[in-house]
């Protein structure tokens, strides 16, 4: 694995269709943002988080977890965090160190992928997520929570619920239930309370906090459409239990992530209430995305020269992205 990664780092420096786009004109006309290349990794990326200018990213089939800074004069370097890990499907943060569920349970380690240990082994687990003061994950018995790194111990949330995907804000966890109902619910934490926010969902998926810190997004996936309904994307306030359906077409097999007044995706961006996406990059196409409070990141949809199964990282500044 690391010589893969080495041939990397030499074919993102002499490939030419890497280098940075500069400024210009996106496919909608309006002038572009400049599109750096953050670092190259030699399979499929399924999942990013960005904290402090620092990326951390996982590949299912490579059983990969990496990381990846940004450089002034050129694309980065990245760093095997775990490698041999079995699946891992699901990635987090928590105090800025990686968090990971892979088909072996829950892992995790320092910045550098230093002091790896098991926080979760020998159980199914079906969900991870973070809040402000846990890791949280999700298996057959229902939702836990480990006050990680302060403590490595599960205390059980609430038993006897399907969470496929889970977030915190400061006071509930909410989950999503992929089950044929497509329901999504929140737990309150102080008064103990389960609330259903939406019910009739077709295949919600792609849930997130906003940056707000208390309303949560997710949309709808392809299954089983309606004829003439498209996806839809949801905004919730976990405070008062309010829904908003926002304008848009969202791509069912891509992830998003609400910032502000804004909705980001892979290489778009645009304000809550427009219909219209502006495009932020050339060679654009569905997928993973991360955001940390500067910058956004996504997978372009281009080959890496003598690696075309590769997969090349980009960013943008947030600040220059929307209007």
């Given at each position: 694995?690391?010589?893969?990664?080495?041939?990397?780092?030499?074919g993102?420096a002499?490939?030419?269709?890497?280098?940075?786009d500069?400024?210009?004109k996106?496919?909608?006309?309006?002038?572009s943002?400049?599109?750096?290349?953050?670092?190259?990794?030699p399979?499929p990326?399924?999942?990013?988080?960005?904290?402090?200018?620092?990326?951390?990213?996982i590949?299912?089939s490579?059983?990969l977890?990496f990381?990846?800074?940004e450089?002034?004069?050129?694309?980065?370097?990245?760093?095997?965090?775990?490698?041999?890990?079995?699946?891992p499907f699901?990635?987090?943060?928590?105090?800025g160190?990686?968090v990971?569920?892979?088909?072996?349970?829950?892992?995790?380690?320092?910045?550098?992928g230093?002091n790896?240990?098991?926080?979760?082994?020998?159980?199914?687990?079906?969900?991870?997520?973070?809040?402000?003061?846990?890791?949280l994950?999700?298996?057959?018995?229902g939702?836990?929570?480990?006050?990680?790194?302060?403590?490595?111990?599960?205390?059980?949330?609430?038993?006897?619920?399907?969470?496929?995907?889970?977030?915190a804000?400061?006071?509930?966890?909410?989950?999503?239930?992929?089950g044929k109902?497509?329901?999504?619910?929140?737990?309150?934490?102080?008064?103990?309370?389960?609330?259903?926010?939406?019910?009739?969902?077709?295949?919600?998926h792609?849930?997130?906090?906003?940056?707000?810190?208390?309303?949560?997004?997710?949309?709808?996936g392809?299954?089983?459409?309606?004829?003439?309904?498209?996806?839809r994307?949801?905004?919730?306030?976990t405070?008062?239990?309010?829904?908003?359906e926002?304008?848009?077409?969202?791509a069912?097999?891509?992830?998003?992530?609400v910032?502000?007044p804004?909705?980001v995706?892979?290489?778009v961006?645009?304000?809550?209430?427009?219909?219209?996406?502006?495009?932020?990059?050339?060679?654009?196409a569905p997928?993973?995305?991360?955001?940390?409070?500067?910058?956004?990141?996504?997978?372009m949809?281009?080959?890496?020269?003598?690696a075309p199964?590769?997969?090349?990282?980009?960013?943008?500044?947030l600040?220059?992205?929307?209007?």
């Amino acid at each position: 694995m690391r010589a893969l990664l080495a041939a990397l780092v030499l074919g993102l420096a002499s490939c030419g269709s890497c280098k940075d786009d500069s400024a210009g004109k996106g496919d909608d006309g309006r002038a572009s943002p400049p599109v750096h290349t953050v670092a190259g990794v030699p399979g499929p990326v399924d999942a990013l988080v960005a904290a402090r200018g620092t990326l951390f990213g996982i590949s299912r089939s490579l059983g990969l977890v990496f990381a990846a800074s940004e450089e002034d004069d050129g694309p980065g370097t990245v760093r095997e965090i775990a490698r041999g890990e079995k699946e891992p499907f699901a990635l987090t943060l928590r105090a800025g160190k990686p968090v990971w569920a892979s088909l072996d349970g829950v892992f995790a380690s320092d910045e550098d992928g230093r002091n790896r240990r098991a926080l979760v082994a020998g159980r199914a687990v079906r969900s991870l997520g973070s809040g402000p003061h846990d890791v949280l994950f999700g298996d057959e018995d229902g939702i836990w929570r480990i006050e990680w790194p302060a403590a490595a111990t599960p205390i059980q949330v609430t038993a006897d619920v399907a969470a496929d995907e889970l977030v915190a804000t400061v006071e509930n966890v909410v989950w999503l239930d992929h089950g044929k109902a497509g329901s999504v619910w929140s737990f309150d934490l102080k008064t103990r309370t389960k609330r259903e926010l939406a019910t009739t969902q077709r295949r919600p998926h792609d849930l997130s906090v906003s940056s707000d810190g208390h309303s949560v997004f997710w949309h709808e996936g392809e299954t089983d459409p309606l004829p003439g309904r498209a996806p839809r994307a949801f905004l919730a306030d976990t405070v008062t239990g309010a829904v908003r359906e926002l304008p848009g077409v969202f791509a069912s097999n891509s992830e998003y992530l609400v910032r502000g007044p804004r909705v980001v995706g892979p290489g778009v961006c645009k304000p809550l209430a427009q219909v219209d996406w502006i495009a932020l990059g050339h060679g654009s196409a569905p997928g993973v995305v991360a955001a940390d409070s500067e910058r956004l990141y996504w997978v372009m949809d281009d080959r890496i020269g003598a690696a075309p199964e590769a997969s090349r990282i980009v960013s943008t500044p947030l600040s220059s992205s929307c209007p």
